[in-house]
Structures are given as C-alpha cells and as structure tokens.
C-alpha cells in the first residue's frame, strides 16, 4: 500500500444514550491509536447512525459532531428503519468518501481491538474482513442457544451464512460500492455480503456482554429476523412443500388400500378417530403451507413496490483535513 487508508465506522444507535458516551470515548482513543501506529488516515472517521431513537440519542451525536468533527460524524435517519437498513443507510452515506468502512454495534459487544486486526487484514489486501466470535461465555444459556440455532437453522434452510459471525465486519469501499446495487427491499446483510464475493477472511473475538441498555433484539424480533434471512435467500422452503405434498400422497394411496381392504374383510365403521385425525392432520399441514407461500408473496409484494429502505435526514460531517 502506498499510503494508509480513510476508515470509516458505521455505529447504528436505536435508544443507545446509555452507552454512546462510553462507545464514543472508547472508539476515539482507538482511532488515536491506529492513526498513530499509520495504520489508518486521520481522514478517518465514526459515524453515528440514528435509526430514529426516542432519546437522546442524536443529541449526544450532534453534540460529539460539534466537538470533535475530526473524530466524529453523524446521520440521521427520518424514523426508525431498523438496524440492518440503518447499516446501510450508513454505508451508503460514506462509501464514495472512505477506503473501508467497518460496521459495529453501539453496544460494545463486539471486542474493539477487533479493528486493529480487521485493518491489518485489509492492508493485506482483504476486500472483506468478518468478525466471527470465538466464545458467547458471558451470554445467557438461552440467548446462547436461541442465537446458536438461529445459525444452524439458517444454514439448513439453504441460506447460507458465516457461523457466528453477526455485523461487525469490515468492507472495502469497492465492496461498497457493489453493495449498492443490491435493491432488494428485505434486507439481510449476513446472506448478502458473501454473494458479492471478493477476497475475504476472518479474525475472531470473544463476545461481551451489553455495556448498558437492552437488548433491541427480543426473541420475537430474532425469528422474524431468521424467516426474514431464509425467504429472502432460499427458495428450500418451497422444495420442502413440495416434498411434504409428495410424502402425503404416497401416504394417503397406502391409507387407500387399507381402507380398501378392511372393507372387503368386513371390518369397517370403526374408523372415526383414524378420519378425524387425518382431517386435522392434513389442514394443520395446509395452513403451514399456505403461510409459507404467503410469506413469499408478502416479499414479492414489498420488493415490487421498491419502496426506499431508508431516508437520510441529515449527514454531519467534516471531512476536510
Ligand atoms: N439497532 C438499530 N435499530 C433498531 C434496533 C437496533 O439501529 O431498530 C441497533 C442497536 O442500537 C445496536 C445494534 O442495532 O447498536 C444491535 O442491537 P442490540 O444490541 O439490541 O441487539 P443484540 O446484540 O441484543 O442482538
Ligand atoms: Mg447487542
């Protein structure tokens, strides 16, 4: 490399006034560090995404702006679009001024000495660096589990991700810049980001626990999440339909010929439970179905409409120096 590279960090905050001054300080004196060691430009800067929080939230953003615009940036998102849009919305923000941009929650969980060896895999000539953990030890046995199925699920339903890898992870602004042509309304940055393809790795950390605040990701917003990553990656689903219906009927010619010849031997009307479980059998596995198909539909439907998937409000940011 010839010179060293402008980093940007996209933080996206939702509610985050607990822990943003800690987030913030400690971020900064890892920029003054890496821009010390020449590892990144001071062009360098962290972007503060605000996915609409009802706190205070933008106002500590503004106001690190307006302190030390050399350290920090902020945008400002009209409403609330939710983490994955508000990732891209800030890397949408910053990709034509940055040589690589690393993605990282506000909530200190992911291990900010992480950035030096993202970095240096990038001056490697890595286009993309994930951030996979190594341990979840100060998890919760249940938020371990649910999380740790939720990546097994996700793999055998055919949408393929990288084990335990969430969305801290570097990208290179050419890797950017294809991201942008991917329009698709129901975002899922995990399935999205190895389909663009380029030389990639992995460094990995140990995961901690929350600094402050809560979780924004209850179990109700992680499932949806994960049949949000399958429908929009795998169509295994559908085959999976298909396959029942096969099963079925091969099952149903087989209750045929019994039915058949426990007729013909003269043993017949018993036989009620045997049709009422069938029947609630059969329409369970109907309405199963059915919603799995709608929950295709529902996406065609929301892709159609190419609605935008964020609105940038406001962009703080000083980049000359
Ligand atoms: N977040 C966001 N918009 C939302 C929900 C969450 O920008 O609608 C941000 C949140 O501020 C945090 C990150 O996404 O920086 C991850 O959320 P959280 O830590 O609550 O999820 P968990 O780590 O518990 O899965
Ligand atoms: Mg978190």
């Known amino acids: 490399m010839d010179s060293v590279g402008i980093l940007y960090m996209v933080v996206p905050c939702y509610n985050e006034q607990e822990v943003l001054p800690e987030t913030s300080k400690r971020l900064r004196e890892k920029y003054i560090s890496l821009i010390d060691r020449k590892l990144i430009s001071p062009k360098s800067r962290i972007v503060f995404v605000n996915d609409g929080s009802k706190d205070d939230t933008w106002n500590i953003i503004k106001n690190l702006h307006e302190t030390e615009p050399q350290f920090f940036s902020g945008v400002n998102l009209s409403r609330n679009c939710g983490h994955q849009n508000a990732v891209l919305a800030g890397l949408t923000a910053v990709k034509d001024i940055c040589d690589m941009s690393i993605t990282m929650d506000a909530d200190l969980q992911d291990d900010i000495d992480t950035i030096d060896n993202m970095v240096e895999k990038y001056n490697e000539g890595f286009q993309v660096v994930y951030g996979v953990r190594s341990a979840r030890k100060t998890d919760t046995f249940f938020k371990r589990f649910t999380a740790e199925s939720f990546y097994k699920f996700m793999n055998a339903m055919g949408a393929e991700v990288v084990y335990n890898h969430a969305d801290f992870r570097l990208m290179s602004s050419r890797v950017l810049q294809e991201l942008a042509n991917y329009r698709e309304v129901n975002l899922f940055l995990r399935g999205l980001v190895p389909l663009i393809g380029f030389k990639s790795c992995s460094v990995y950390y140990e995961r901690a626990e929350r600094f402050a605040g809560e979780s924004k990701y209850p179990l109700k917003k992680m499932i949806s999440f994960a049949v949000n990553g399958i429908t929009s990656f795998s169509t295994k689903p559908l085959k999976m339909i298909t396959n029942l219906g096969i099963i079925m009927s091969v099952i149903s010619i087989c209750?045929?010929?019994?039915?058949?010849?426990?007729?013909?031997?003269?043993?017949?009307?018993?036989?009620?439970?045997?049709?009422?479980?069938?029947?609630?059998?059969?329409?369970?596995?109907?309405?199963?179905?059915?919603?799995?198909?709608?929950?295709?539909?529902?996406?065609?439907?929301?892709?159609?409409k190419q609605r935008p998937r964020f609105i940038i409000d406001e962009f703080i940011n000083k980049n000359e120096n």
């Open 255 to 304: 209750a045929f010929i019994w039915a058949f010849i426990v007729k013909i031997t003269g043993l017949s009307v018993h036989g009620w439970s045997s049709t009422m479980c069938s029947i609630w059998l059969i329409g369970g596995l109907q309405l199963f179905c059915l919603g799995i198909i709608g929950e295709y539909i529902g996406k065609i439907y929301s892709e159609v």
